[in-house]
């Protein structure tokens, strides 16, 4: 079975490949191990699906004409997505990884990862509660996720009590965030909802340190790992929040034995785990269980049992995620502070 693993290898969301490569081959492992997919051997073809990425979909069109892929499972932005949609929707599986705005219904396609209202609501709760902020200013890159997310954010600030005094798009690869940082001065904003993605919110970070700002201003992402964490540095994390299904410093049963199973493949050297790439290795995992779930099906209908319906699907997560039919992934969220380099979990939302 081949699978065509979508995921950005350049652009600005380049920095999420290398783990999110290493997490999906782990799982192929551990699938190949014992039966591989129902039965059947399965092998990566690793496709560059990043903002400058370009023929991609061409490139999937004469792979799906072909038959050349069974399935796809793609870690990246909703923008490419929709994209892809265009070419594979319907006509093979396609399992969606990472966190994303909600709102998937194409058949044939599972969004697995966390939605912008499960992360969003409780965290601007935790922040108003603790921090009290009453001016937020938004900041995102110019696409489908940061719109969608503004829209919900501003509602849950208003119901906050507090108000949205900016909003802020940027292209991809902005690079001079001077006038921006402006009006987050000018506005005299206390706390900033980050919506860029990769290398654009290293280098808005970067620039918010070296202006001053991060000391006495609060800001909120729903898209940062580790790697990012890196690139930022520690001097430039000072009240920077994230709220996210995944950390590397979970302390869960499930990450402490997905953590060892990737040290233990990839040595101390593995590429540094944050929530993206760890999202392919469950887009992977669920991607059996649903092969798996079909074949129980058939053979269910076969003996004629069809009336006992299909339970909901369980597979291998580091986070303790679960589908629960009906297009609902069940996926829990914390928030965390940046300390240093690494994330310190404060509590699940």
């Not at 799906?64 to 923008?79: E, K, R």
């Not at 540094?272 to 999202?279: A, N, R």
């Not at 392919?280 to 009336?307: C, K, N, P, V, W």
Request: glycine share 10%; net charge neutral.
């Amino acid at each position: 079975m081949t699978i065509a693993l979508c995921v950005p290898l350049g652009g600005a969301a380049g920095l999420w490949g290398p783990c999110a490569l290493a997490s999906a081959q782990l799982a192929v492992d551990e699938l190949n191990a014992s039966s591989g997919i129902t039965g059947r051997p399965c092998r990566l073809l690793t496709i560059n699906a990043g903002d400058d990425a370009r023929e991609l979909d061409a490139a999937l069109t004469d792979l799906v004409d072909d038959g050349a892929i069974d399935a796809l499972v793609g870690m990246h932005t909703s923008a490419v997505r929709l994209d892809l949609l265009k070419v594979v929707g319907g006509q093979i599986p396609f399992v969606y990884t990472p966190l994303y705005e909600g709102g998937e219904r194409t058949p044939g396609v599972f969004a697995i990862g966390e939605t912008t209202r499960h992360q969003l609501q409780p965290a601007i709760h935790w922040i108003s509660t603790q921090r009290r902020p009453k001016r937020w200013f938004f900041v995102g890159n110019d696409y489908v996720w940061p719109h969608a997310t503004h829209r919900l954010a501003r509602r849950y600030v208003l119901d906050a009590g507090a108000e949205v005094v900016g909003d802020m798009y940027l292209p991809f690869g902005g690079g001079d965030y001077g006038e921006v940082l402006d009006a987050i001065r000018k506005r005299r904003a206390d706390a900033v909802l980050l919506s860029l993605i990769g290398q654009d919110t290293i280098d808005f970070n970067r620039a918010f340190g070296e202006a001053g700002l991060a000391a006495h201003i609060v800001r909120l992402s729903c898209a940062l790992g580790e790697n990012e964490l890196l690139g930022i540095g520690a001097r430039n994390t000072a009240e920077l929040y994230v709220a996210s299904g995944y950390f590397a410093s979970l302390r869960t049963d499930a990450n402490l034995a997905f953590k060892e199973r990737y040290r233990g493949r990839y040595g101390a050297r593995a590429p540094t785990l944050d929530t993206f790439g760890q999202s392919t290795y469950e887009g992977i995992h669920f991607l059996a269980a649903l092969f798996d779930d079909a074949r129980r099906r058939r053979l269910s209908e076969q003996a004629g049992l069809a009336q006992l319906g299909i339970a909901p699907l369980s597979y291998r997560s580091a986070r303790d995620s679960a589908y629960a039919g009906g297009r609902v992934n069940h996926v829990p969220i914390y928030l965390a502070r940046a300390e240093g380099h690494h994330f310190e979990v404060l509590s699940p939302l």
